[in-house]
């Protein structure tokens, strides 16, 4: 397996991007190497030889999804600032609720759960880790000289709070129309 010191070869590189879409499609919980390696065009002993075992390959498909969240925020970001807490919340919604994100978010609502359930697996500390991430990035949003203040880290937490259970609700019940309603009342609140 590639480490932080080398470039991963041209195949680690296919094979992970095909195993991603594989774990996008079927999700993580009943994940085998040769049902994977047999969808993805290799066998078991090359996904092994590759990424060490399987946690090492969970852990690098892990990565990779973080890879696709990161690039959004990083998008956002980068793009001139939302002028406020609610703009941002807005965009957020609008990139989350989207269909065509759905496999992705739900795989990281896998990985967020047995993050919690399972401390130590090869998602060992996916959840702290996003939460840091996604509260890190409201804060820009907020006035510089107001972040650190309680009321400041209360309102980026509730609307990350809002966001995650908009996302858990969207992702279980499909009915978008009723969780963007939510999210726009929490905007709208943020506005006041």
Do not use: C
Request: glycine share 6%; hydrophobic share 45%.
């Amino acid at each position: 397996m590639a480490d932080a010191s080398t470039t991963p070869s041209a195949r680690e590189t296919e094979l992970l991007e095909a195993a991603y879409r594989y774990v996008l499609e079927h999700g993580l919980a009943d994940l085998s190497l040769r049902p994977l390696a047999t969808a993805i065009g290799s066998s078991p002993r090359v996904l092994m030889f590759l990424f060490g075992n399987k946690e090492g390959l969970v852990r690098a498909l892990l990565a990779r999804a973080r890879a696709d969240e990161l690039a959004f925020l990083g998008e956002l970001a980068d793009h001139p600032a939302p002028p406020d807490l609610a703009a941002a919340v807005d965009q957020l919604w609008r990139w989350l609720s989207a269909p065509d994100h759905q496999p992705l978010l739900r795989l990281w609502t896998e990985a967020y759960a047995r993050s919690l359930v399972d401390p130590q697996g090869p998602w060992s500390g996916f959840a702290r880790t996003t939460v840091d991430e996604w509260l890190t990035l409201l804060a820009t949003f907020q006035p510089p000289g107001e972040r650190d203040t309680p009321d400041d880290t209360a309102a980026r937490s509730l609307a990350l709070a809002v966001l995650r259970g908009a996302l858990l609700d969207l992702l279980a019940t499909g009915d978008e129309p009723r969780t963007t309603a939510a999210v726009r009342h929490h905007v709208r609140s943020l506005r006041n």
